[in-house]
């Protein structure tokens, strides 16, 4: 495995300017939750995996089937890259890096950077804000096509999302940060839903959120373990810095 | 210290830290899978005045949870009525029907005026910081 990266694609698919989502565990796992309901919902099918010695050495088992924790899925020219494992502080750079050569390899028109973003009154808040970061002109295009997102003015970004937004500006690929209002150690189901109403504005993204509203309750009990190990990959990227206010440029 | 000790002792202290944490998960889960009660996720903060913690668990109403506090420790246990089923190791269904945890409070706090509420199966508690010491005039 040269670079201790590789995106593997088993399947090729005869994409035109597809969609990219991103929906790696983060804050409230609010990517995660909204591509697992998207790729579960709409029949996505995989088309390839991640792998990585940044990550631990396991497979997913369901329903005896092996599955790749860190998967790439495809349907109606969209491709979805969605895990079940948060990327370790020190795997942040390359798998980010190399993921974003492979995204930009399938000319996108956009890539969409799925998250949350923590907010200390959650718990008050019935209809989450989804916040936008368009990482240059195309993608800020894009945003102004999309109804509720408003643009994230001020503050700091952490961890691989923001190398995501980063890194694709580098090599100019456009993407699109939407981060939903969500709870930072609890998974958010109700964000996740946010951020899919969002991306209800596409055809080939349009998913019915009311099922993962119904089993929010369920899913924040069974989704527990994998926030707590995203949480402890977070606290090491100092993800808190997301509550602070920037000092430099004022 | 010269830099590759820091750096063997550093890598030293990061792989007794993962192999702790690893137990503790481990454990967590043992104690989850035979006894049937959740270990929630929960969150403690502090603001000028008071702590105020909070504890995620889903399907649990205000008539379900039993709160008691310390000076320095916070302890819950709630009755989810609506009983979780969760699929555990080899598929195996387990059904959860509490949840139960032990929190100890950064900072000393007055039990007595605490304030509990739930909302969307969150539940958030404030609890004042017990006052102390003597106000210091500054000439």
């Known amino acids: 495995m040269s670079d201790r990266v590789e995106i593997i694609e088993s399947k090729t698919k005869e994409s035109d300017k597809p969609l990219i989502l991103e929906g790696f565990p983060d804050t409230g796992l609010v990517g995660m939750i909204a591509t697992s309901h998207l790729v579960n919902s709409l029949d996505f099918e995989q088309v390839g995996h991640i792998e990585s010695t940044y990550f631990p050495p396991m497979i997913t088992v369901h329903e005896g089937e092996m599955y790749e924790p860190v998967g790439i899925f495809y349907r109606n020219n969209v491709y979805v890259v969605t895990s079940e494992l948060p990327i370790p502080m020190q795997g942040v750079y390359p798998v980010i890096h190399a993921l974003v050569k492979w995204m930009k390899g399938k000319s996108p028109t956009v890539i969409f950077s799925l998250g949350g973003i923590p907010e200390p009154d959650r718990i008050k808040v019935d209809d989450p804000t989804v916040f936008a970061l368009p990482n240059g002109k195309e993608a800020a295009e894009v945003l102004k096509t999309l109804k509720g997102p408003e643009l994230l003015k001020e503050g700091f970004l952490v961890g691989p999302k923001a190398m995501l937004l980063k890194e694709c500006k580098k090599i100019g690929a456009p993407a699109l940060g939407l981060f939903s209002q969500a709870y930072y150690k609890y998974p958010d189901p109700g964000a996740a839903a946010k951020i899919l109403r969002v991306l209800s504005a596409f055809e080939s993204t349009k998913v019915d959120v009311t099922p993962l509203i119904e089993s929010a309750e369920q899913l924040r009990v069974q989704y527990r373990d994998i926030m707590r190990r995203t949480e402890e990959e977070m606290s090491q990227m100092e993800k808190s810095r997301e509550l602070e206010v920037p000092g430099l440029l004022v | ?139």
């Open chain 2, 1 to 139: 210290m010269h830099d590759d000790e820091f750096v063997s002792e550093a890598n030293r202290l990061e792989k007794r830290m993962k192999k702790m944490s690893e137990e503790v998960t481990r454990r967590i889960k043992e104690f989850e899978y035979s006894s049937g009660i959740l270990e929630p996720l929960y969150e403690v903060s502090e603001r000028p005045g008071e702590v105020i913690v909070s504890i995620d668990m889903p399907g649990v109403s205000k008539e379900d949870v039993v709160l008691h506090a310390t000076e320095s420790r916070l302890y819950v246990d709630a009755e989810c009525k609506r009983k979780i089923c969760l699929k555990g190791v080899r598929g195996h269904e387990k059904v959860f029907t509490r949840y139960r945890k032990t929190i100890s409070l950064p900072s000393p706090v007055d039990p007595d005026l605490a304030k509990a509420s739930v909302r969307n199966g969150v539940l958030e508690i404030k609890l004042p910081k017990r006052k102390g010491g003597v106000k210091i005039e500054v000439d």
